[in-house]
């Protein structure tokens, strides 16, 4: 299993400003990804986090937006950048290993922009 | 991306089992059948995955048919904390281990 801390748990932010959220997992993961879940709603994919390397970003989600870094196998950040009330949601990372094995969740990062 | 359909909302009574449908009529061989439930104010939480043959764990157990096109989840004995949305979700490896979500169940459970 793999424990998953996510900070902040919730922020509120004026627009035009930019929030970076962290993800630490408390064993070293193959895998991690960013969820995005607007209210009511379900979760998106943003991106794969890749370790040393650029993250890929799925369809509608830019780098210039949504700027991720995993400097090593346990550590992540996305950065909501040139924040609009649009982008209020919460924010979700996930782990998972090689194989097909199960995927685990942080409790999300609660994010109003006023 | 491999699609799932299932039913918006279900409600089920307390202490009685629930079978939560999904449809994945273009599942490819090598997709794997994987079910996840989010509570209230929480992150999804793994409930349950399968290939071919049925399986069983503590949480659930899943269903699946001889064609693979549809399975089913089961509570054996549905609880008020089991009241989430319960999403079915079809999951490749050569897709790099990422899950992409439907609109899920919403499983009501009355007292």
């Known amino acids: 299993s793999a424990v998953i801390s996510q900070k902040p748990s919730r922020d509120i932010c004026q627009r035009g400003t930019s929030l970076t959220i962290q993800c630490q997992v408390d064993s070293q993961v193959t895998m991690m990804f960013w969820y995005r879940q607007q209210p009511g709603q379900s979760l998106t994919l943003i991106a794969t986090a890749n370790q040393g390397s650029e993250a890929t970003y799925e369809s509608g989600f830019v780098i210039d937006k949504f700027p991720i870094s995993r400097p090593n196998l346990t550590f992540s950040t996305l950065t909501v950048s040139n924040m609009s009330p649009e982008d209020s949601s919460i924010y979700l990372c996930?782990?998972?290993?090689?194989?097909?094995?199960?995927?685990?969740f942080g409790q999300g990062t609660r994010l109003t922009v006023v | 991306d491999a699609k799932t359909t299932q039913p918006n909302s279900m409600e089920s009574n307390e202490e009685e089992p629930v079978h939560l449908p999904c449809n994945h009529s273009?599942?490819?061989?090598?997709?794997?059948i994987h079910w996840y439930r989010q509570l209230p104010s929480q992150g999804p939480e793994y409930v349950i995955h399968g290939l071919t043959s049925n399986v069983n764990n503590r949480m659930a157990s899943l269903a699946i048919a001889e064609d693979r096109k549809s399975s089913t989840l089961i509570l054996h004995r549905a609880t008020l904390r089991d009241a989430a949305v319960y999403y079915c979700?079809?999951?490749?490896?050569?897709?790099?281990?990422?899950?992409?979500f439907g609109q899920g169940t919403e499983l009501s459970v009355k007292p």
């Open positions: 273009t599942i490819s061989g090598t997709d794997y």
């Open positions: 979700i079809l999951r490749a490896d050569n897709q790099g281990g990422k899950l992409i």
């Open positions: 996930s782990v998972t290993g090689m194989g097909n094995t199960e995927a685990f």
